[in-house]
């Protein structure tokens, strides 16, 4: 089973930056080589919802609008690790974070109907989650 742990969360200002962490019980290259990938967040009192995945491998990435142009995901070959860079943060960025993982060794359509509805319900490994709390 696929085993994932996220660092990096704590508060910051609005306007600020986070740089949040994901790694994988056997490494995060070996399982983003078969796997989707993404994160995930709850704000407080709102279902949990899509922020960014990642196709197998890293070739593609998407990004929910409300936070594209100020989030970034990408691997970090040295850390083995899949992180997201939050910039110009704003308090509705407040929330518990989530690193997600399914297979995705599946028919092209599957895979990108995964990777872009970013349904929670469609990713099956989980972290324990990082809380992030933006302030004014």
């Known amino acids: 089973q696929v085993q994932l742990v996220e660092s990096g969360g704590g508060s910051v200002q609005a306007g600020g930056s986070l740089n949040l962490s994901c790694v994988a019980s056997?490494?995060?290259?070996?399982?983003?080589?078969?796997?989707?990938m993404g994160w995930f967040r709850q704000p407080p009192g709102k279902e949990r919802e899509g922020v960014a995945t990642v196709s197998p491998g890293g070739g593609m990435t998407f990004y929910a609008d409300s936070v594209k142009g100020r989030f970034t995901v990408s691997q970090d070959k040295d850390r083995n690790s899949l992180d997201l860079q939050m910039n110009s943060l704003k308090l509705g960025d407040t929330a518990m974070y989530y690193c997600?993982?399914?297979?995705?060794?599946?028919?092209?359509?599957?895979?990108?109907?995964?990777?872009?509805?970013?349904?929670?319900?469609?990713?099956?490994?989980w972290g324990q989650g990082t809380q992030v709390t933006v302030s004014s």
């Open positions: 997600a993982a399914t297979g995705c060794d599946v028919h092209p359509y599957m895979m990108d109907d995964i990777l872009t509805t970013m349904n929670p319900e469609r990713y099956a490994y």
């Open positions: 056997d490494g995060w290259y070996s399982t983003s080589s078969t796997y989707c």
